[in-house]
């Protein structure tokens, strides 16, 4: 069943399953690089079950995800007829359905469990059990990601006995090579990676470079000429950006403009509720991954965000605005053309130099 209910999505990871999923049976470690949109975090767990793993964990760096990946796998996966939900959740003070067998979970919570409960990884593969963990957006290279993975590695490292019954899978839309680089120095151990064919949106997505613009006057713009249900999703560097930035234009509609906040100290219930009736966001980088906005239309992109800079001499940290990473950028392209025809707005030179990959937060930034 839950390979047919996949077949019905279309998503383009489908199309590819079969030689992805013989290359987790036939090693221990599996990088993937695919395409914004290509069914990484909702189809892959679903038919790794189906292939007869016992429980798949699948990590966000965000609370939001955690909740709305699983809710639309248990939608999309699920009849009438199941008396269990295929997949739970759980984030820092709230969880649901935790026996499910997809748990998708924040990487701060896996980090905890490797650091603090030895016994963690033993007791879920007691008898013939096999489970994946699944490490997902591992291009934002947060501090609990890199840890989640240094962790993963010292325990297939010191106990080779679990590479057995033990899949692991790390994945983003662009993987930077210094993640397969930890896992291939590995004595014995099986590592692949697979790079999934580029894959266009469903739908067409325009760029549009706007450099000298002001965000409010676009968003302004976009207002007018928009449908009534049109959404419209505005990056910004810093939380502080993202609540002045909707004070300032409840005053200049004089409320008839309302834009919600998305950040990331905000439960996911109230993001969820913000996503599903709002259409004007303001977000740092909350909102780059893993959500689908139902009726997105436009994203209007400062093109920066804000880093943390350590000065020794102080030996204190500040935060500072900085060009995003080529693959920032990518990600947050790629929340258009999922359900329709959409326009990127880049507040910024084509031409501006910028990183590959964003620095990962353990190395830091010095002055």
């Not at 591992?138 to 010191?158: G, K, P």
């Not at 560097?237 to 930035?245: A, K, P």
Request: proline share 5%.
């Amino acid at each position: 069943m839950l390979y047919y209910r996949s077949c019905l999505l279309k998503l383009p990871l489908y199309e590819s399953s079969k030689s992805l999923l013989d290359k987790i049976e036939k090693n221990t470690v599996v990088t993937i690089a695919t395409s914004t949109g290509s069914g990484k975090s909702t189809l892959l767990p679903a038919l790794l079950i189906a292939e007869g793993y016992n429980r798949v964990w699948v990590t966000q760096p965000h609370r939001l995800p955690c909740t709305s990946i699983c809710n639309r796998v248990n939608k999309t996966m699920m009849n009438i007829k199941d008396r269990f939900p295929l997949a739970g959740w759980s984030v820092s003070g709230a969880e649901r359905n935790t026996d499910a067998q997809i748990l998708y979970l924040t990487d701060g919570l896996l980090k905890e469990r490797l650091l603090f409960n030895s016994n963690f990884i033993e007791n879920e593969i007691r008898g013939d059990k096999r489970i994946v963990l699944f490490v997902d957006e591992v291009h934002e290279r947060s501090i609990n990601i890199d840890l989640c993975l240094a962790l993963i590695a010292r325990l297939l490292t010191e106990q080779p006995s679990l590479r057995l019954k033990l899949k692991v899978i790390i994945s983003s839309a662009t993987l930077d090579k210094s993640v397969p680089n930890l896992f291939r120095q590995i004595p014995q151990l099986k590592f692949d990676q697979y790079q999934m064919p580029f894959s266009q949106t469903l739908h067409k997505v325009e760029t549009i470079y706007r450099p000298k613009e002001n965000i409010l006057d676009v968003v302004q713009e976009l207002c007018r000429k928009r449908q009534r249900h049109d959404q419209i999703l505005c990056f910004v560097s810093s939380v502080t950006d993202v609540y002045q930035y909707c004070n300032l234009l409840d005053k200049l509609s004089h409320g008839i403009v309302i834009a919600h906040p998305l950040v990331q100290s905000q439960s996911a219930s109230e993001q969820q509720r913000c996503i599903e009736h709002g259409t004007i966001f303001f977000s740092t980088t909350v909102a780059e991954t893993s959500l689908t906005f139902p009726l997105l239309k436009y994203v209007v992109d400062t093109g920066m965000i804000n880093v943390s800079i350590y000065d020794p001499k102080a030996k204190q940290t500040t935060l500072k605005e900085v060009p995003a990473s080529e693959s920032t950028i990518k990600q947050r392209l790629g929340r258009l053309g999922r359900t329709n025809p959409g326009e990127y707005h880049a507040l910024y030179d084509s031409k501006m130099e910028r990183r590959t990959y964003p620095k990962p937060h353990t190395m830091g930034y010095l002055i």
